[in-house]
């Protein structure tokens, strides 16, 4: 199952930008391996739990289960908010370790529909999982604004943080080297251009400036996408 957390999802399509956040990348999993419960309690909120073996973890690494909880609201057509939390061990073979956390989701359709708002929000914790040997923590903030100009034309603006502050979900991934705290951030902006049918075009720019020297040996770099899609 895709995970609860976090605006940006795994079909890329549906995302406002063409590249990917750091809180998707490094704060949330991407899939969940259990069951799940929903609820659709009233019209203006809904609940969902899942029991599941970990973050990304289709076998289980230890004997204990983590728990997520979601809860929705939707108060009105304009607006969703979703508040949800995790609490479980995942460190291999360690079944007293705990990962725990919130994320905060919300959407809003400003006075013009064209107009989209959207706020993500993300704290996390977990016992010995500090290059030191120590507890860490790590937080994140993203916002993104989405217009479209016409039925065939949308800009995304995205402008995100993260702080990862003892190392815990950077140190020695995806290419960073070994640290014990990575502040990184971006700002990208994305034109969605839906001029085609079944067709999507996506040229996209992107700054991002970190406090370690992780973009091939420098603190920050520029970059240039372009993305295509076939939508059938």
Do not use: C
């Amino acid at each position: 199952m895709a995970t609860l957390l976090g605006v940006e999802v795994g079909e890329d399509v549906l995302n406002p930008n063409l590249s990917l956040g750091y809180q998707d990348v490094f704060l949330e999993p991407f899939t969940d391996t259990g069951i799940e419960l929903d609820a659709k309690v009233s019209s203006w909120w809904d609940a969902e739990l899942r029991v599941v073996n970990g973050w990304d973890q289709v076998t289980d690494v230890n004997l204990s289960k983590t728990l997520v909880g979601r809860v929705g609201l939707t108060p009105d057509d304009r607006t969703l908010v979703a508040l949800t939390g995790y609490f479980g061990p995942e460190q291999p073979g360690n079944n007293v370790n705990e990962r725990t956390g919130i994320d905060v989701v919300a959407s809003r359709k400003l006075d013009s529909a064209a107009t989209t708002a959207y706020l993500q929000f993300d704290y996390g914790q977990e016992a010995d999982a500090a290059l030191d040997g120590g507890d860490a923590s790590w937080l994140g903030a993203g916002l993104w604004l989405s217009h479209d100009f016409n039925p065939a034309a949308t800009l995304a603006l995205r402008g995100d943080y993260m702080n990862d502050r003892d190392g815990a979900r950077t140190s020695g991934v995806l290419g960073i080297p070994p640290n014990t705290g990575l502040k990184v951030g971006s700002a990208t902006a994305t034109v969605n251009i839906k001029y085609w049918n079944h067709a999507l075009l996506r040229p996209e720019v992107r700054f991002d400036r970190a406090s370690l020297p992780v973009f091939d040996s420098h603190e920050s770099q520029f970059s240039i996408g372009m993305g295509l899609s076939y939508i059938y």
